[in-house]
């Protein structure tokens, strides 16, 4: 199969074939994980968009099912779009959708399971009360979707916030419910930024203060903060703030929503329209992202898919209680075969990339570890504010400095045509040092009609003290890669003509001036996952 179509992903979630985008109501429920998403059952590009169902009970392998929700009424027959599910009491689970009508309205809706007792939930049934919501007022009809996952106050009352936008304003609507299914907007909403356009998918949801643990969205107690995430210029960013009950107010704590490449997101590469759950099995929460794809139209049809999701990730809060970490879940571990190890090498500087040997490394998962010492002769800049994305595409993986860049190549052809270089660099500013971590991909193809961007973020750590780390998820066509043990993510789509299947390699390497030492690097081949449909 990868012989004919290289770009199809071994573990990272898409269907047999044809379109997906949004990740859809994500839960886990009765001892299995639901994920529905964005899906065009007929082809390769948008359309007909149906909540596609998929079920597992590791998070790694799946089971498609028929489509939960299809475009069949007429307040949802342009479109079954994004939502939430939230489990009601009973427990019982609901979907919350917003469907897009003849005339493009966009409308909120209600589905619940026909079978409580069936463990796959199977068959939905759209509400018979539909549309639960519609544009009224200062609400713009084209500009009202993807409900959240509603979550209980003291009051005993469900809420949900709803994306729009507001005076121009993106905004996460808030509403109020009894029951679930009749709901009343809020005379003010959850949040808004007069920054931004639209907001879409909004998610809000409490993160714990003294743990990694997750909490569920209605937990009521001490030692949380809240994270409220909002779609908007193609990328998630997010804000953590304080939350009140009482009142609904939420206060932002960092840096407030805007559009900024210095501004906190979930990922700093090609990752949109997220969405997370409560995993009460593993009390941890878990985020999906849609990753879209860096190719044509015409490579769609030719390839017959669009999309994948991207690996499940673990989210918590950091210590710093200034930023979010993610991580890919554990049962990743689940895939892991052979295994190639590395330690204590020193990487000159300016010297050739050194090749990891005896792996297959169109489908691995590697962990490397760099360590810097003395940092006084690191490139100096005048400023300890400055656009990451902006200095990665000025400098990248073939501009040398003092220290970096320094990293992988992966998905490397053997003579180095084509490699997509995930690396850091350290500078020193005025009053701290920068860690720098980007993701090149302007080498990625010989081809040149696919998306070649390069992506940059700052690790939150201190080089002098800490080693300098990197993970990276590389499957054929993507490589998600997390830096600072998850402090960043950077997820890359690529199209390699010549690195493909067994023709691609992983190097290490150093491009800097200054010596780094790799600590250890531990890499694996990855097993294939089972995507098998039971319709
Ligand atoms: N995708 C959905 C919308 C959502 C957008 C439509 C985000 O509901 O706002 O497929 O990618």
């Not at 074939?17 to 994980?33: A, E, L, R, S």
């Not at 044509?296 to 994948?308: P, T």
């Not at 800049?381 to 994305?389: A, E, K, N, R």
Request: hydrophobic share 35%.
């Amino acid at each position: 199969q990868h012989h004919l179509q290289p770009y199809r992903t071994g573990f990272h979630f898409q269907p047999l074939k044809n379109w997906i985008n949004d990740p859809n109501g994500p839960m886990y429920f009765n001892g299995v994980y639901h994920l529905f998403y964005q899906y065009n059952p007929y082809g390769p590009l948008w359309g007909n968009i149906s909540w596609g169902h998929s079920i597992s009970h590791d998070l790694v392998n799946w089971f498609i099912l028929e489509p939960a929700l299809s475009p069949k009424e007429t307040y949802d027959i342009e479109g079954c779009l994004s939502g939430s599910t939230t489990i009601l009491d009973g427990p019982k689970p609901i979907i919350l959708y917003t469907g897009q009508d003849s005339d493009k309205n966009q409308l909120q809706n209600l589905a619940f399971p026909k079978n409580l007792s069936d463990p796959l939930l199977k068959d939905w049934i759209k509400w018979d009360g539909n549309p639960i919501l519609t544009a009224v007022n200062d609400i713009n009809s084209s500009q009202f979707r993807d409900p959240s996952t509603a979550w209980m106050g003291p009051d005993g009352k469900w809420r949900m916030v709803i994306g729009s936008e507001i005076n121009g304003h993106g905004t996460a609507l808030l509403y109020y419910s009894s029951n679930g299914f009749n709901w009343t907007r809020s005379d003010k909403p959850l949040h808004f930024s007069s920054e931004t356009g639209m907001w879409e998918c909004p998610d809000f949801y409490p993160v714990s203060s003294v743990g990694k643990n997750g909490i569920d969205v209605s937990f009521q107690g001490n030692n949380t903060v809240h994270v409220l995430k909002a779609s908007y210029n193609g990328h998630e960013y997010y804000v953590i703030g304080s939350y009140d009950p009482q009142t609904d107010q939420f206060l932002a704590v960092t840096q407030d929503f805007r559009v900024s490449n210095m501004q906190l997101r979930y990922d700093y590469g090609r990752f949109y329209a997220s969405k997370s759950f409560y995993d009460s099995a593993k009390q941890r929460r878990v985020l999906w992202g849609w990753v879209d794809e860096g190719d044509s139209e015409l490579d769609a049809i030719k390839k017959g898919w669009s999309g994948l999701q991207s690996f499940p990730r673990s989210v918590w809060l950091s210590d710093t209680h200034k930023q979010l970490v993610q991580w890919p879940v554990e049962e990743i571990e689940k895939l892991r075969a052979k295994q190639v190890n590395m330690k204590n090498i020193e990487l000159k500087g300016e010297t050739s990339p050194l090749k990891v040997p005896g792996l297959r490394a169109s489908q691995a998962d590697i962990e490397v570890f760099f360590s810097v010492t003395n940092l006084s002769d690191a490139e100096q800049i005048d400023s300890d504010v400055f656009d990451p994305q902006l200095l990665c595409e000025q400098k990248n993986a073939s501009s040398s400095g003092s220290f970096g860049p320094f990293g992988i190549l992966v998905l490397a052809s053997k003579n180095l045509t084509e490699y997509t270089a995930v690396f850091f660099r350290v500078f020193k500013g005025p009053n701290k040092f920068h860690v720098l971590m980007c993701s090149d991909q302007s080498r990625s193809s010989v081809a040149e009609k696919v998306d070649k961007s390069i992506y940059g973020t700052f690790l939150d750590l201190d080089p002098l003290h800490e080693k300098i780390s990197l993970r990276s998820l590389i499957d054929h066509s993507i490589v998600e890669s997390f830096g600072g043990e998850g402090l960043a993510c950077i997820t890359a789509r690529v199209y390699p003509k010549i690195a493909i299947n067994k023709h691609a390699k992983l190097y290490v390497f150093n491009n800097g001036t200054k010596n780094v030492t790799l600590s250890s690097l531990n890499a694996w081949n990855m097993n294939k996952t089972r995507i098998v449909p039971i319709g």
